[in-house]
């Protein structure tokens, strides 16, 4: 697989996958441009050398039947502000137009978001042809849909010879610092798994039993553990269809001499609000009509140190509904510690929206070792998983 510097660019039109999918207010305004900002040193590595460069990505999940319907807005999807934000960063003009137009004559083009076109997630391989049309070089720089096969981050990759694609700086550095988690060899080596459903992260716990010394659960999944020895979780977000699941991950953590920890406690409350009563109880002791809404203060004491006293460390998931104050603690508890480990000479890696977020917010962004920009891309890749973007790539 070619990375960029191996790439023959001179005067080439290059076509580049980013992911400039960024979260945005309900008036369509950025509210953070860190995923547009980690694509600029590829663009900028492209533009010294090639003649053309069209750039194009997806945004949010704009379903063609919810479009054609009227339901959802158009606009609220386009790429066109982003557009307009990479031109104010460049301080160069980016032309802006559909995917369907002919190539662009201009040095720097983003596409239409890619997702207006139902051929773009169903892999369709005649919208593949289509955006090939825009470049003789194909770089896939967008590490957060690499999990998928898609028309632009996968099928896209057999218009072109095995010269003539590769992967951009962003995904290499991405799949290097993975690596290094893999390889690790210092230990303590702790996970931090937390987020909402245990359904969507069973592949990776799984994987990471191996790899990790300590895996600490947080967020609504460690319920359905905690109900499946038979703790009291009250109303507690709860997959009962998991809970031999659970049970399973918490024999072969036995097995594989994996310190797996769930939270002694929990902060709890009636409601689903942060303006709810809330108290503290033991996690397998939560009344009726009570939910638990975030990892205690004993919890989150305890899988603070572990984290600290860790040589490697990987976090994805929040530990409660973080987004709302009253159960955002625990999150940031962690977020704290993970701080630490870099400090103290060791390897730090955040992963996902959420915890990404929390980091963020508590300002420590520079105090890990390494932010990963795909949250389920990053999961799938530590659980040995091949993404369809990179095998793609593959000569
Ligand atoms: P995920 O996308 O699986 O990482 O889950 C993230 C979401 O899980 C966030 O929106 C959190 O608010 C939510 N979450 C975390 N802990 C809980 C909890 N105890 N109860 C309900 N939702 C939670």
Redesign the pocket.
Known sequence: MNHLQKLDLQDKRVVLRVDFNVPRDSAGHITDDTRIQLALPTIAYIRERASHLTLMSHLGRPQKKRLDSGEIDREQFSLEGVAEHLAQLLDAPVTFQSYADEPSMSKLTLLENTRFEPGEEKGDEAFAKMLARHGEVYVNDAFGTAHRRHASTAVIAEEYAPENRGIGLLMAEELEQAQRLLDADQHPITAVI????VS??IGVIVSLLDLCDNLLI??????TFIKAQGGQVGT??VEDDKLQMALDVIAKAKQSGTSLHLPVD?VIARE?SNDAEHKTTFSDDIPDGW????IGSKASDAYSHIVADSKVVFW?????????PS?AQGTLAVAKAMAQVKEHGGFSMVG????VAAINASGLADEVSFISSG?GAMLEFLEGKKLPGIAALQD
């Open positions: 937390g987020g909402a459903k969507d992260k947080g967020g609504a999944m460690a319920y507690s977000l929990s689903f939910m638990g809404l975030d994805n998931g929040p530990m409660g509904v973080f987004e709302m159960y996902g929206g959420d915890s949250g």
